[in-house]
């Protein structure tokens, strides 16, 4: 099980953003970050915990190992509103975090 | 550029069946796992389950496994979901994406499933 936090955060532009995400057991660096905009399909944002995406903005980062992941978001921007998902695939079957609805202030 | 289509949703009777297809062009799709994933409306993301390169090995969640069945044809680049025994909270829409490792690099547009009677 993937437990994301919080369910909603609300942030002022330039502000830095911090989505953790929680596995019930250990799943080493098997852990991806997706953003879905309203209306949109899912994208990929960062892969195996902390690798980077081709493509996607340098302020996206992630971390962490284990059972505690976390999404950080640089210098929030108006188009960074949307849901973000973490996504385990440790072992089958492959599971979501609950997602987190990220506002713009 | 990779491109997935999704094709085949629509509305469907509880216990009725429905067979989704996806598309795929732009890169070598007998290299790719595949998986599909829903969302049903105004939820989140469920991995539904997926396929290995030649289709000789299928995952699936516990909620649709022995109901949906995935399967693949190379030499046209088509990927396919056959649900049966549809339930009302199979309601979603449907994606399908490549898998690298696991994660899911490109998705497509999403075919909408409803199932009501």
């Known amino acids: 099980v993937l437990t994301q936090s919080p369910d909603f955060q609300s942030v002022a532009p330039k502000e830095i953003v911090t989505i953790t995400c929680r596995a019930s057991q250990s799943i080493g660096s098997n852990l991806h970050w997706y953003q879905q905009k309203p209306e949109q399909s899912p994208k990929l944002l960062i892969k195996f915990a902390s690798q980077s995406i081709s493509g996607v903005p340098s302020r996206f980062s992630g971390s962490g190992f284990g059972t505690d992941f976390t999404l950080t978001i640089n210098s929030l921007e108006a188009e960074d509103a949307a849901v973000y998902f973490c996504h385990q695939t440790s072992s089958f079957p492959y599971t979501f975090g609950q997602g987190t609805k990220l506002e713009i202030k | 550029q990779v491109q997935l289509v999704e094709s085949g949703g629509g509305s469907v009777n509880p216990g009725g069946s429905l067979t989704l297809s996806c598309a795929a062009s732009?890169?070598?799709?007998?290299?790719?796992?595949m998986s599909w994933v829903r969302q049903a409306p105004g939820k989140g993301l469920e991995w539904v389950g997926n396929?290995?390169?030649?289709?000789?090995?299928?995952s699936y969640t516990d909620s649709v496994r022995g109901r949906f069945t995935i399967s693949r044809d190379n030499g046209r680049n088509l990927l396919f979901l056959h649900l049966a025994s549809l339930r009302a909270e199979d309601t979603a829409v449907y994606y399908c994406a490549t898998e690298y490792w696991g994660a899911l690099d490109h998705w497509g547009q999403g075919s909408l499933v409803t199932v009501s009677s």
């Open positions: 396929i290995s390169q030649i289709g000789s090995d299928t």
């Open positions: 732009g890169f070598f799709f007998p290299a790719y796992y």
